[in-house]
């Protein structure tokens, strides 16, 4: 399947750097990419760290949220921390920002990457449902958030786009795709058990219209970026990838070489106590093509999970020296507690599962006649930060106005955390904690 | 980019009011003083991200690459490594400090105790020269000539005399008529003030008594800067003895043996009458013990000090009497019944940071 796309003026570069974004374009679709059109646009880095603060987008609904993230952003810049190279968003056409600032060199490398993720976008599965005019649905979400400050004023807007905005990740990972493997429109969002609660409150919360109106915008929204938490290993792999492929081909000449693997290896640099995405995933791609496969149907069929569950062994883990590290008691440092390739791949995975975020099924609505929700954390060795819980189900408790229970565990116990609406009581469980329900990497 | 300002805007607000309702607490501990800069505070505001069930920190544990043997240490280089950042992949979990300028820390203090501006000394409305040539003179170089209104004048005197004719519209300007641009000095307030925080670090300071004093110290530094352009502290520290100490020592300086308390306001006065002259500096002298003194000769002394020497030189003369364990907190009492009447001297005691917001209310509270 190749995707329809129709050639675009990218209205802020300069003649120079319009010629190489035809040229580097011509390239990867000869590698066999395939993307939608790109539009890139040249910025200074105030205007892009604007950006990067509304998620890529140059309009979002007001939110202070975003002002936080714009004046971190412009710290780091200022004071030299970080610096925002490239910006690229999942839309049709793919809207991608160059910072001005950035040699012509450094413009090359993050407009072939940038091929490679909107090639990613296109194909990925987990993207397939996603909205590809995302730009204009967001400016929509904009208006409409805007047009209720208007009516409803703004503290009563934020308050509640602020208590919306801390369950946007009481949802599903799998379901848009599920449904759209299906082609069955979401039959009735109101039915337990369902991890998508968002859907759930959007149904069956006693709520104002206005209301209804932005946790239905939270929700589209965190839907929206979902995939691109589960796929961030594999979509910044295949991005360097391909840059690296598209620019060491031809497109670079050789005094640009040395700059280039300088500035790539920058990127995909082994850091110590975390993963890299730039760097396990180009490993993995590379892994994979050298083991035969087809790298055009991995990077279709998998998310971060599944694609590592496929390829990693033991050759892949010693070859890239993955380790698990822990915290040794006795000497109170961090230090390398395993290279076993088993246990270094089960921790990834688990780190990974359910897009990387605590697995929370509403599992009963009402069963004791008090309107209250049954919340069950499945457990899977990492415990919740009790006191953001708390917090966060006061607000969900002011959303459903109605008591909450979560069933969780703490270190080994089980525990119940039951929500009046007003405070968050913690009850200790004996006997059987609730159990982790296992079904973790992806299904496709 | 119009939007994000105001939704930069926005945060800020949302900042100030968290540190504005958290004031009370921020005036009770130190937790403002280490972070000080130049212009500048940089306030700790915990809780402003919003919650979100999340994963805690249980186990500091994880994935990492590189090389090293099973128990090998790893190294502490987690910061950011690639530059790299698609949309939507940022983490925020940091408490967030912000930059909050001074000027700003005084106006919620003021709003937050009801503080009164200071009004400066009558005789301080010291003329300083200002830079702007926006005068006009009758004399001065020709490169500062002001066209304009010479001819202005030119046409005026040429007018006034009945030599004026439309249809010889001509004006020459002569000797008298020749204007020139100059600096006009205006009348600038003074705005020097020196603080001269004296303390007493005799045995019975202990570390909380001086804590205390710290925090005092601080907002009461940060008021006054607000209030005067330029702001010297010097830092005077005494036991039997008095001396001059940089801010790192006034605080974690560590005296023993008995205390003379004239020996600090002898040095002040030195100070005052060598530096600080008061025809020149608005001083605020500020003095903290737990009220115990060497002698009752020595009080008297002090007494008379005060009285003849230092409250008519200074705007406003501060005693802190801090409780101590040990301190009989006499040296306030004395100096209520001798000086009390006198508006210049203001006293004040506190038994616990708690009453730190009171004491800083009635040391400025009257805009001296």
Partial sequence: MNVQYARRRSGSLTPELALWAERIEKVARGHKLDFFAIDFELLDAKDVNGIAAYGGFPVRYPSWRFGMEFERLEKGYEYGLSKIYELVINNDPVVAYLVKSNSLLEQKLVMAHVCGHADFFAHNCWFQATDRHMLDTMGQHSTAVRRMIDRQGLERVERFLDQALSIDNLLDPYLPLREHLAKTKPTSLGTPPTYDILGFLCERAPLDDWQREILRIVRAEAYYFQPQRMTKIMNEGWASFWHSRILTGGVLDASEIVDFADCHSGATARAPGRINPYKLGIELFRYAEELGQDVFALRRRHNDASLIDELVDETFVEREMLFLYGKNPRSARTEVTERDWRKVKDRLLGDLAWGGLPQIELVAVDTEGRGELVLRHHHDGRDLQLQNARETLLRLAAIWKGPIELSTREEGEGRVLVCDGKDVEVREVPGAPPASSGDSSGEH | ?368
């Fill in chain 2, 1 to 368: 980019m119009f939007r994000i300002e105001v939704d930069r805007a926005r945060f800020r607000e949302i900042v100030r009011g968290r540190i504005r309702q958290d004031l009370r607490k921020y005036l009770s501990n130190s937790e403002l003083i280490a972070r000080q800069g130049e212009r500048a505070v940089s306030v700790p505001v915990p809780q402003i991200e919003l919650p979100h069930f999340r994963f805690g920190e249980n186990q500091k544990s994880g994935v990492g690459q590189g090389p090293g043997e099973k128990g090998d240490a790893l190294g502490d280089q987690e910061g950011e490594a690639g530059g790299e950042g698609a949309a939507g992949d940022r983490e925020g979990q940091h408490i967030l400090e912000v930059e909050v300028e001074i000027e700003e820390l005084a106006e919620m203090l003021g709003k937050e105790l009801e503080l009164p501006n200071i009004q400066p000394r009558g005789k301080r409305d010291v003329s300083t020269e200002g830079g702007r040539y926006n005068g006009v003179r009758r004399s001065g170089p020709d490169s500062l000539r002001h066209m304009r209104r010479t001819f202005k004048a030119a046409l005026l005197r040429t007018i006034s005399a009945g030599e004026w004719d439309p249809n010889d519209p001509r004006v020459v300007p002569n000797r008298e008529d020749q204007r020139y641009r100059a600096r006009k000095s205006s009348p600038v307030p003074d705005s020097s003030a020196v603080i001269l925080h004296m303390m007493d670090v005799s045995g019975s300071m202990g570390r909380e008594q001086k804590e205390i004093v710290r925090i005092e110290a601080f907002w009461i530094d940060t008021w006054l800067r607000s209030q005067y352009k330029n702001l010297e502290v010097v830092y005077i520290v005494h036991d039997a003895v008095a001396k001059v100490v940089d801010q790192e020592a006034f605080f974690h300086l560590r005296e023993s043996g008995g205390t003379k308390i004239s020996s600090a306001y002898e040095l002040a006065l030195k100070l005052i009458q060598e530096q600080y002259r008061p025809e020149d500096w608005n001083i605020y002298p500020f003095h903290y013990s737990d009220g115990d003194n060497w002698s009752a000769r020595d009080t008297e002394r002090c007494i008379s000090l005060l009285k003849d020497e230092l409250l008519p030189r200074v705007n406003q003369f501060c005693y802190g009497q801090v409780k101590s364990a040990y301190g009989s907190g006499q040296f306030k009492k004395d100096l209520d019944e001798a000086l009390g009447s006198d508006e210049r001297l203001v006293t004040s005691s506190v038994a616990d940071r708690g009453d730190i917001a009171g004491a800083i209310r009635q040391f400025l509270g009257k805009g001296r």
